[in-house]
Nanobody, 127 residues
Framework: QVRLVESGGGLVQAGGSLRLSCSAS????????MGWFRQAPGKEREEREF???????????YYADSVKGRFTISRDDAENTIYLQMNSLKPEDTAVYYC?????????????????WGQGTQVTVSS
């Protein structure tokens, strides 16, 4: 069982920045590929949108077109933590952001490819 805990959400003005963190506890210290998804207001769980993912080793990163050039995903395996640095935030980035993990090497962009999910952290961008 992998336990994920997100933090770092909040309220920010358009153009501002936030950094989300997700700490992971994995059995036997096994590595996992991890990703960030978001669920916009009024959307169902099944409509969670892929944001970014990072491979087991951290050598490969994947981004949704809507966040490329603005968001950066990274991982610190010594701390069992991944981060999502979000710059140039827009009101349409407002959502609950979820961290997800799967015990595979490569990151994935589909929510149904992930086995474990955090509880989510709210990000609100005001115009």
């Amino acid at each position: 069982q992998v336990r994920l805990v997100e933090s770092g959400g909040g309220l920010v003005q358009a153009g501002g920045s936030l950094r989300l963190s997700c700490s992971a506890s994995t059995p036997n210290g096994n590595g996992v590929a991890m990703g960030w998804f978001r669920q916009a207001p009024g959307k169902e769980r099944e409509e969670r949108e892929f944001v970014a993912a990072i491979s087991w080793s951290g050598g490969e990163e994947y981004y949704a077109d809507s966040v490329k050039g603005r968001f950066t995903i990274s991982r610190d395996d010594a701390e069992n933590t991944i981060y999502l640095q979000m710059n140039s935030l827009k009101p349409e980035d407002t959502a609950v952001y979820y961290c997800a993990a799967v015990p595979t090497v490569a990151g994935a962009s589909r929510a149904d490819e992930y086995d474990y999910w955090g509880q989510g952290t709210q990000v609100t961008v005001s115009s």
